[in-house]
């Protein structure tokens, strides 16, 4: 089961409702509204994290929405995904300003980051169904290609249904949900680090340890590869923090 499958955001009828993995970081609303929210979010998670709107900026709905000519009900959205990722704080009164995470509070995102990863691509490993696995291994070598085009924005589209792909095979909703809930706070960190040079092919080898186990029902392996993964995913966004 893909967490980017029809089925996956729906119960299907006479399924338990248990066994249905919801898609916390797409807010239940309109689809065309969640879109444009996840864009702006985007948008402006990459400008506080290159340093373009600095700590302290105000954040003003109206301002942003005439900026990208949209309502404010997606501009509101994406301010409040935000702050749940730690890039945003609201302050009553002020409304929201950039805010930016302590060194030790993005290392424990981090460090809750790899382990719950690291879960799920353990239990993926033992209960992935053959044909989701066989879906794992296409969207791994998507990103293969991808690596070698040097397009950071498309790779990181597909790199979130790689992970989207392994949370799934975890079969465990709770767990899946649980860590979608994490990536979203750590999302923009993990989103800047694909700008470092060569990160690409790296990410893509770390990755291909992680499908290697969970093809051979490696539970541990897939585990420790998976969690090696995110803790060279914050060594690179601290890399990429100095340089910006």
């Given at each position: 089961?893909?967490l980017?499958?029809p089925?996956?955001?729906?119960?299907?009828?006479?399924?338990?409702s248990g066994?249905t993995v919801?898609?916390?970081?797409?807010?239940s609303i309109?689809?065309?509204k969640?879109t444009r929210a996840?864009?702006?979010r985007?948008?402006?998670?990459d400008?506080?994290?290159?340093g373009?709107?600095p700590?302290?900026?105000?954040?003003d709905e109206?301002?942003?929405a005439?900026?990208f000519?949209v309502?404010?009900?997606?501009v509101?959205?994406?301010l409040?995904?935000?702050?749940a990722?730690?890039l945003?704080?609201a302050?009553a009164?002020r409304?929201?300003?950039?805010?930016?995470?302590?060194?030790?509070?993005l290392t424990?995102m981090f460090?809750a980051?790899?382990e719950?990863e690291a879960?799920c691509?353990?239990?993926?490993?033992?209960?992935?169904?053959?044909?989701?696995?066989?879906k794992?291994?296409a969207?791994?070598e998507?990103?293969?290609v991808l690596?070698?085009a040097?397009?950071p924005?498309r790779f990181?589209?597909?790199?979130?249904?790689?992970?989207?792909?392994i949370y799934?095979?975890?079969?465990?909703?709770?767990?899946?949900?649980?860590?979608?809930?994490?990536r979203?706070?750590?999302q923009?960190f993990?989103r800047a680090?694909?700008r470092n040079?060569?990160?690409?092919?790296?990410?893509?080898?770390?990755h291909?340890?992680?499908v290697?186990?969970?093809?051979?029902?490696?539970?541990?392996g897939?585990?420790a590869?998976m969690?090696a993964h995110?803790?060279?995913v914050?060594?690179e966004?601290?890399?990429?923090?100095?340089?910006?």
């Amino acid at each position: 089961m893909s967490l980017d499958d029809p089925a996956a955001r729906a119960p299907q009828p006479g399924a338990e409702s248990g066994t249905t993995v919801r898609r916390v970081d797409r807010p239940s609303i309109s689809r065309d509204k969640v879109t444009r929210a996840e864009e702006l979010r985007l948008q402006l998670a990459d400008e506080i994290v290159r340093g373009v709107l600095p700590p302290g900026s105000a954040l003003d709905e109206t301002d942003i929405a005439r900026r990208f000519s949209v309502s404010r009900t997606p501009v509101r959205e994406a301010l409040r995904q935000l702050v749940a990722s730690g890039l945003v704080e609201a302050r009553a009164h002020r409304g929201a300003v950039v805010a930016q995470p302590s060194l030790d509070r993005l290392t424990e995102m981090f460090e809750a980051m790899a382990e719950l990863e690291a879960l799920c691509a353990g239990l993926a490993a033992e209960r992935m169904p053959p044909a989701d696995r066989q879906k794992l291994e296409a969207i791994h070598e998507e990103l293969r290609v991808l690596s070698h085009a040097g397009n950071p924005e498309r790779f990181h589209e597909v790199n979130e249904r790689f992970h989207n792909a392994i949370y799934a095979g975890s079969q465990n909703g709770y767990i899946a949900e649980m860590t979608l809930a994490t990536r979203v706070r750590v999302q923009p960190f993990r989103r800047a680090q694909f700008r470092n040079l060569g990160r690409l092919a790296k990410s893509h080898a770390e990755h291909d340890r992680v499908v290697v186990a969970i093809m051979r029902g490696d539970k541990a392996g897939a585990a420790a590869a998976m969690r090696a993964h995110i803790e060279l995913v914050r060594g690179e966004y601290e890399i990429y923090a100095v340089s910006v």
